[in-house]
């Protein structure tokens, strides 16, 4: 059974730092993984998708990587704003998708 | 990029009476339509797949006639709560997509509330 993990639970910065946020997983066999951030009480939207066949995916300051081997995919936000706080979930879609717990990120003005 | 319409956004509703809810692709074909519930503070779950013109399918220990979900068609996809009772009351998203290359979109999501 997929089982999705990610670390950490929750994170705070001052803006304009670089952060990672990462996502384990523990059954490789995927198609592919997607990062999404969700604002409170709101749906979800999609960030960044990779293939499984793909190593990063990149768009404007948001770079994800994906190690399928190993399990892990970090997302990668270079200079952080405000309205980056949100909570960031990765989903693994293999045998169907299961999402991790999320990351609870707030970036201080 | 692709849109999914999610309505209501809340609903709160009396205990035992049913609740539908809509999901539309609105600017592309959706054979396959899922639904998740979220309570606070924690992971999505997915409940079903839904599939145009045929039978849900349900994740284990999700009722299927609790949860009652209808793909008539290939933009539209409803998921109705019966005899809803207090922990039924959650966020329930929907989405469109997915699958071997495609990204996965998502409702805006509706908040039911059972008293």
């Known amino acids: 059974k997929q089982e999705v993990t990610q670390i950490p639970a929750a994170l705070s910065v001052p803006e304009g730092e670089n952060l990672v946020l990462n996502c384990s997983f523990t059954d490789s066999a995927i198609y592919n993984l997607q990062w999404f951030r969700q604002d409170p009480g709101k749906g979800l939207t999609s960030l960044l998708l990779?293939?499984?066949?793909?190593r990063e995916q990149t768009s404007g300051r948001l770079n994800a990587s994906l190690d399928k081997s190993s399990g892990r995919s970090t997302l990668y936000i270079a200079a952080s704003q405000p309205g980056d706080s949100a909570t960031y979930l990765c989903a693994v879609y293999g045998q169907n998708f299961v999402f991790g717990p999320g990351t609870r990120l707030s970036v201080l003005p | 990029g692709a849109v999914v319409s999610q309505h209501p956004s809340r609903v709160i509703c009396k205990s035992g009476t049913s609740v539908k809810i809509e999901c539309r692709s609105l600017d592309f074909q959706a054979t396959t339509m899922f639904w998740y519930r979220q309570f606070p503070k924690q992971s999505l779950m997915l409940m079903a797949t839904s599939n145009e013109g045929s039978k849900a399918t349900y994740e284990q220990g999700v009722e299927k006639d609790k949860f009652l979900i209808n793909h008539a068609s290939l933009t539209l996809s409803t998921l109705t709560v019966t005899s809803a009772h207090p922990e039924d009351s959650s966020f329930y998203i929907c989405?469109?997509?997915?699958?071997?290359?495609?990204?996965?979109?998502f409702g805006s999501g509706t908040q039911l509330s059972v008293l």
């Open positions: 990779i293939q499984s066949s793909q």
């Open positions: 989405s469109a997509g997915g699958g071997y290359h495609e990204k996965l979109f």
